[in-house]
């Protein structure tokens, strides 16, 4: 589709909306019934990608990685929600659900979330988009959103009953765009707006309410505006009730655009990039993969792990097993993929093989039906985006088809690419799990989404989201596959900076 000549391609500023979850079917039915007239309009006058790429697993803190950096997780070095870290021999948890977030300890969670994620896990060698329009002089901003590295430091409020609660688990300053909101813990200015500490169902309010109050007062250039709920509500009711809270979501939309005159005023002024950060797919049954590997010996949610061979970190439709002792690593690792692959509901079992020196020399990939296939980069073929991978196994049984050279897998979009990146990321596990349509990975608190939707998976249920761009270029070569990480570059094209590439962690090849 054309760019209509109404999209504004020289507008100056520039609004990312991230609508957690926004899957691109009940965005459409959303757009023909006539419930998110802002959305529509903007696909109207712009462009829209219905099969853009997360990254894997596809869960939110390693897909706002990805969007606010322009790389994957062997880059950004975010592997999970939930996830093992070998330096500090703990887990990492950012909050999978309440109960699991008692089992690891609630400020634990909240300092790794709010803090660490930022601070001690996202690659420092992966700059934000943030940092890198504040390095250019651009006013950037950001509502609540998992991913908000920038160059100003903020200091946590001290008023009010609600910032008074989070006190305890939020005394720190942290860096963040110029101006900056957090759930109720940090705020740049006197916006009156309130999260009441990122409550579902409020979290878009706030964002809303915080983006009409900085286009009001004409504090950004560049604003990220998170809208959360959409993905709070398809856990719980199915992807088919989305069209439900991307009405809501578009509400908030409406009324950031009101803040300087409506839809058409804003884009004199603003381009719009509008994406989900993955999709969602129902879910009815659960996989209790903590429980079905207990007899290797699995390290617990607090104690130390020692005597313990794998540490478990299911996130959601994804899971990664750690190996804990290298001399091991290989037969612990045959026996945890053979269990895995015996449950009912995993799909696929990826791990990395290495050569005598320990390098990594190709990725693996098995399947519940025995089909086996490694890869690595290479020349045998070329993915739609224009990587290169060698081959070797049985492609067919991954419903990969190979034409003129050009690989292309309608079931797991991005799969060589996204794997790669996932196995190759230094926080991974040793071995990483995508579940079977209609299944989900119980969390560390017993909890699931039965009934609702989930995402985590390498499928494109729950992998391919939506893409809304309007009044910004499209890079000049375009991709034939979309990915959510294509947009921190249209970011940075826009305001015509250079993102610089990010070295892979060390042992990448
Ligand atoms: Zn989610």
Redesign the pocket.
Known sequence: MAVPSHANATASKLIVCVI??MAPAPLERAVSDGSVPTLAALIERGRYVNQCAAAFPS??PVCAASIMTGVGPDRHGIPG?NWYDRASARYVEYGSSLRASQRFGIAGQLTDTVYNLNQVHLSPSALTVFEALDDAGIRTAGTTYLVYRGRYRHEPRRDGWLTRLASPFARHPVLGPREFFYADIFASQPAPCSSILGMPGIRDRHSGCVGEYLLEHDLADFLLLSLPDN??Y??KHGPDAQVHSLARADLQLARVADAVGGLDALLEDFAVVVLGD?A?AAVDTSVDLVGALSELGVAGPRQPSDGAAIAVCPS?RAAMVYMLDPMTRDSVRQRVVGSALGLVGVDLACWLEFDAHDRPVAAAVAAASGAQLRFAPGEDVHDLRGGGWSVDGEIDAFEMVVRDGVVHSPRYPDGFARVWSALMCEHAGDVLLSAASGYEFLDWGGQAHGGG????SLEAQDSLTGLIMCGVQPPASEPGQWAIRDVAPIVANHFGIDLPSVPAAQGAV
């Open positions: 957690d979850a869960v939110t929600m993905d709070w398809s856990h993955h969602h959601q939707g989930s995402h985590g």
